[in-house]
């Protein structure tokens, strides 16, 4: 069992940057592969970024490519999105989830956080 509690979301103005932060809970972190998922009002939960068990291989959309960076710390159990250049349309909630294959598919991942909420102005 891996339990996820994800942070760091708040209120920004559009091209500001911020920190998302996940830690997890269990002695077998560095066995899992990490993704972030986002989900806006009335839309389906959508694919971010993901990261290997080490943090070798990275993966991003399309939509986030060059402004966020997805790193982990298997130290301190902890996997972080750093957003730059934010946009109105990255308005979410954003939640990390661990499994065991660095994929972009939300049903392969077992454990979810809560969410943490992310708005944008213009």
């Known amino acids: 069992q891996v339990q996820l509690v994800d942070s760091g979301g708040g209120l920004v103005q559009a091209g500001d940057s911020l920190r998302l932060s996940c830690t997890a809970s269990?002695?077998?972190?560095?066995?899992?592969?990490l993704g972030w998922f986002r989900q806006a009002p009335g839309t389906e939960r959508e694919y971010v970024a993901s990261?290997?068990?080490?943090?070798?291989?990275?993966y991003y959309a399309d939509s986030v490519k060059g402004r966020f960076t997805i790193s982990r710390d298997n130290g301190k159990n902890t996997v972080y999105l750093q957003m730059a250049s934010l946009k109105p349309d990255d308005t979410a909630v954003y939640y990390c989830?661990?499994?065991?294959?660095?994929?972009?598919?939300?049903?392969?991942?077992?454990?979810w956080g809560r969410g943490t909420q992310v708005t944008v102005s213009s």
């Open positions: 989830a661990a499994g065991r294959s660095v994929v972009n598919k939300s049903s392969s991942y077992n454990y």
């Open positions: 269990g002695r077998a972190f560095s066995s899992y592969a």
């Open positions: 990261i290997s068990y080490s943090g070798g291989k990275t």
